[in-house]
């Protein structure tokens, strides 16, 4: 399963969906959101985060509160869920 935590300006990601040895659309959604939106963050200013990837745990971390940084991460969470509603035996948020 995978565990997305968020605590104030911390969010972590870890785990893995186990949803298919072969095809883990799941895995994929949620790597793909969440790149996607550190990328766009970092592109608008990269003193807004800090990001760290050791290939079993996420770390993003806020250090700015500017518009579009929370529009971004509101944006991921908002994804995030839907993935959850989906895929409930594969995503678990806190």
Do not use: R, W
Request: proline letters at 1%; a negative charge; aromatic letters at 6%.
């Amino acid at each position: 399963m995978i565990k997305i935590i968020k605590e104030m300006d911390t969010i972590t990601i870890s785990g893995h969906a186990n949803y298919s040895d072969s095809n883990d659309i799941v895995c994929a959604s949620v790597s793909s959101i969440m790149y996607t939106t550190v990328n766009a963050i970092m592109n608008f200013n990269n003193k807004a985060i800090t990001f760290e990837d050791d290939g079993n745990k996420v770390i993003i971390k806020l250090l700015s509160h500017d518009d579009i940084t929370n529009k971004l991460i509101d944006n991921m969470m908002l994804m995030f869920n839907e993935l959850k509603e989906q895929y409930p035996s594969n995503v678990e948020i806190k």
